[in-house]
């Protein structure tokens, strides 16, 4: 139980263009979910808090119309990179809390974007 | 001062010993605490929570937590090669009921 999918796992892209990464909730239901980004050899950066059906809630720092977010269900949210540039190339990973009431987060494979 | 506290290793610890993980947190209303452990290139795993006081099993992971002295640890008994990995502490954030706040992370290695 409690399996998060992401897609893609991985994907180069040019610098300049968008790239949406897919994060789903496989066996429950989530009405919160969370998108992370690591650089290498560093600690996991929450950029932004995902509800579905409302607006997300970004951390301080993270640019909310370059890392676009929607959560139009309970087992699907999106992150969207615009415009990308190649310091955006990092692992962004998403987490996803069941609705059942535990407050564990768990976490999706990752999708690692290198943008050239 | 840091809101979840690691030390960040490496921890080197013989295959067949005891690993031991320490993390202290600030807020004193934290009511939920977690171990992961995340693999080079991978996401996170969660391993391990703990909501009250005292020490929790689970094969031969063991967290312990002390909500007095704001500390939480894991240990890791009879050490195998493949725990070695970064384990992440985090704790939940009184601030929010939904966000978690993860530590840094401690790197562990297991020696042959």
């Known amino acids: 139980g409690a399996v998060v999918s992401q897609h893609p796992s991985w994907v180069i892209c040019k610098s300049g263009t968008s790239v949406k990464i897919e994060c789903r909730s496989l066996?429950?239901?989530?009405?919160?979910m969370f998108w992370y980004r690591q650089f290498p050899k560093q600690s996991l950066m929450l950029m932004a808090t995902?509800?579905?059906?409302?607006?997300?809630?970004?951390e301080q720092g993270v640019e909310k119309d370059k890392f676009l977010i929607n959560h139009a269900s309970l087992t699907l949210s999106t992150l969207t990179v615009t415009s990308a540039h190649p310091e955006d190339s990092s692992f962004y990973i998403c987490?996803?809390?069941?609705?059942?009431?535990?407050?564990?987060?768990?976490f999706g494979p990752g999708t690692r974007l290198t943008v050239t | 001062q840091k809101e979840v506290e690691q030390n960040s290793g490496p921890l080197s610890v013989p295959e067949g010993a005891i690993a031991s993980l320490n993390c202290t947190y600030s807020?004193?209303?934290?009511?939920?605490f977690f171990w992961y452990r995340q693999y080079s290139g991978k996401s996170p795993e969660l391993i391990m929570s703990?909501?009250?006081?005292g020490d929790k099993e689970d094969g031969r992971f063991t967290a312990q937590l002390n909500k007095a002295s704001q500390y939480v640890s894991l240990l890791i008994r009879d050490s195998q090669p493949s725990d070695s990995a970064t384990y992440l502490c985090?704790?939940?954030?009184?601030?929010?009921?939904?966000?978690?706040?993860f530590g840094s992370g401690t790197r562990l290695s297991i020696r042959p």
């Open positions: 987490s996803a809390r069941d609705d059942s009431g535990r407050i564990e987060q768990y």
């Open positions: 807020d004193r209303v934290s009511q939920s």
């Open positions: 985090a704790v939940s954030a009184y601030s929010s009921a939904s966000k978690i706040i």
């Open positions: 703990i909501y009250s006081n």
């Open positions: 066996d429950f239901q989530a009405t919160t």
């Open positions: 995902s509800n579905e059906g409302s607006k997300a809630t970004y």
